[in-house]
Every structure is written in structure tokens, then in C-alpha cells.
Nanobody
């Protein structure tokens, strides 16, 4: 089973950009659909976006549309989340997750990373 480790979080000013990475190790990264979720303090985990195993199709939550882009390179066992035009309300812990097919539901994902903190200052 694949293991996932996120990186790239940090502190950024509103309007700035960050690129998160999710590196997979173990078996079968390229067989999984992948997703990004986020969780802000005191709030439920929120769907950010998802990508098919091949990278041919993506889907995004409303908060991410037009600002965030998900991509992957299966040869490098890596998933990315490019975040542009960041807002203070994007502050959260961001998690990558692996599942059998693209879905906006967190319970459809079977492997999770430990998360990386993103803080957007106003």
C-alpha cells in the first residue's frame, strides 16, 4: 500500500502563491486517484480537488475553482497542488489522499498523508 507525505506548506501573504507536494512511497501510486482536502481550525475537512490515476481529468471544490490546480507525475510518484491568489480563508492543514476513483467524499479515500499547514496572512 502506498504511503503519502505532504510538503510545501508555509506562511504566505494574501494574493500570493504556494505549491504543495505529496510524495508517495510503496506500491501502486499510479493506480490511485488522488485528492487534496483541507481542514481549518474548528471546521470540518473540506474537499479541495481530485485527479484521476492518469491525470487526464480533474475536479475541484467551489473554493478552489479558478485558483488552484492539481497535477501529478506518476513516474515521480508525486502529486502537486498549485495554489494562486491565496486568501486568508485558505488557511488550513492540507492533506493529500489516495483512493480507488475520483470523489469529493473523504470516506472514499483509503490512504492519507499527515498534512501540511498553510497560513495566509492578510
Amino acid at each position: 500500500q502506498v504511503q503519502l507525505v505532504e510538503s510545501g506548506g508555509g506562511l504566505v501573504q494574501a494574493g500570493g502563491s504556494l505549491r504543495l507536494s505529496c510524495e508517495g512511497s510503496g506500491r501502486g501510486f499510479g493506480n490511485y486517484a488522488m485528492a487534496w482536502f483541507r481542514q481549518a481550525p474548528g471546521k470540518e475537512r473540506e474537499f479541495v480537488g481530485t485527479i484521476t490515476w492518469s491525470g487526464s481529468s480533474t475536479d475541484y471544490g467551489d473554493s478552489a475553482k479558478g485558483r488552484f490546480t492539481i497535477s501529478r507525475d506518476n513516474a515521480k510518484n508525486t502529486l502537486w497542488l498549485q495554489m494562486n491568489s491565496l486568501k486568508p480563508e485558505d488557511t488550513a492543514v492540507y492533506y493529500c489522499a489516495a483512493g480507488r476513483g475520483i470523489s469529493y467524499r473523504e470516506y472514499d479515500y483509503i490512504v492519507w498523508g499527515q498534512g501540511t499547514q498553510v497560513t495566509v496572512s492578510s
